[in-house]
């Protein structure tokens, strides 16, 4: 299997292949309007209008997971994201990416690039503990941990990393850069 082997459903209801970005350098990210890594949106938009037009794309998978960080219909997320933060990079529907319900996409994605702590930092060291105390046992799987994580794939479709909520978009360009 292949990440394009996988689809979605794009936020206006219609079917999305993964295999229509074959060649893109791409960045998939599971979001939520009402989370404190919401101003995110900010910078992951403009991390798609630096780098669209060398065949780069974020695509946002919004999901209310996480403390029920996205309780809102489609066009309420599409709205808020389209007035708050200006984004025009693709959203899927709101989507699960983590337990038994996870998107077989997002099943994938954690398959290929595991959870290897939230990183350096006192912002990061505290958001582990957190989380530390809400997963427990589960803490060190693969699974996402909550929203904003990010996944790096190469024009081969290859998921060549991942980043926690905790990095910021600004701090992936040197990847993505290189990958371009």
């Known amino acids: ?6 689809e979605y459903t794009s936020i206006e209801n219609k079917p999305v292949q ?26 992951l ?9 060398q065949d780069f794309t974020i695509i946002g998978f919004p ?10 219909s489609e066009q309420d997320i599409a709205e808020f994201c389209s007035v708050r933060y200006g984004v025009t990079f693709p959203l899927s529907q709101k989507v699960e990416v983590r337990d038994e319900n996870a998107i077989p996409l997002y099943q994938y994605l954690t398959a290929q690039k595991g ?9 990061a060291k505290t958001f582990e503990l957190m989380l530390k ?3 427990k046992d589960t803490f060190s799987d693969s699974q996402i941990k909550w929203n904003f994580t990010k996944f790096l794939i190469d024009r081969n479709g290859n998921v060549i ?12 360009a040197d990847d993505i850069e290189k990958l371009l």
């Open 115 to 123: 959870f290897e702590g939230m990183g350096k930092g006192v912002k």
């Open 63 to 72: 999901c209310n997971q996480f403390m029920e960080q996205e309780p809102g």
């Open 161 to 172: 990393s991942r980043y926690e909520p905790t990095v910021e978009p600004e701090d992936i």
């Open 1 to 6: 299997m292949s990440i394009y082997d996988y």
């Open 45 to 53: 938009e403009e991390l798609y209008q630096k780098y669209k037009n």
């Open 133 to 135: 105390g809400r997963y």
């Open 18 to 43: 993964m295999s229509d970005y074959k060649g893109k350098v791409l960045l998939i990210v599971n979001t939520a309007s009402k989370c404190g890594f919401t101003p995110q949106y900010k910078g």
